[in-house]
């Protein structure tokens, strides 16, 4: 049984950080590619960052240079790191896993920057 899940979402005023946490079972975590997304009410879900089985990572434009997204092979564990929180960042973030065969979804973890 294949499961992503995720943990690490909060509340967080603006400024502040937190880290995202995506634990993987089921799966060869290290032949994946490892995405977050993450979808705003009334919004559609959006890529904000991902990484290759080989460590190439790419962000959406509204993150780069605030979020890090990095693996952990040995913990089949992909993380977000995010710092410079906005209220615009406020969303339920999704780790998603693909293959060239097969893509999977976790549940995801609400995070909501506020003052």
């Known amino acids: 049984q294949v499961q992503l899940v995720e943990s690490g979402g909060g509340l967080v005023q603006p400024g502040g950080s937190l880290r995202l946490s995506c634990a993987a079972s089921?799966?060869?975590?290290?032949?994946?590619?490892m995405d977050w997304y993450r979808q705003a009410p009334g919004k559609q879900r959006e890529l904000v960052a991902s990484?290759?089985?080989?460590?190439?990572?790419n962000y959406a434009r509204s993150v780069k240079g605030r979020f890090t997204i990095s693996r952990d092979n040995a913990k089949n564990t992909v993380y977000l790191q995010m710092n410079s929180l906005k209220p615009e960042d406020t969303a339920v973030y999704y780790c998603?896993?693909?293959?060239?065969?097969?893509?999977?979804w976790g549940q995801g973890t609400q995070v909501t920057v506020s003052s």
């Open positions: 998603h896993g693909s293959s060239s065969r097969n893509n999977y």
């Open positions: 089921g799966i060869i975590f290290r032949i994946y590619a």
């Open positions: 990484i290759g089985s080989g460590g190439i990572t």
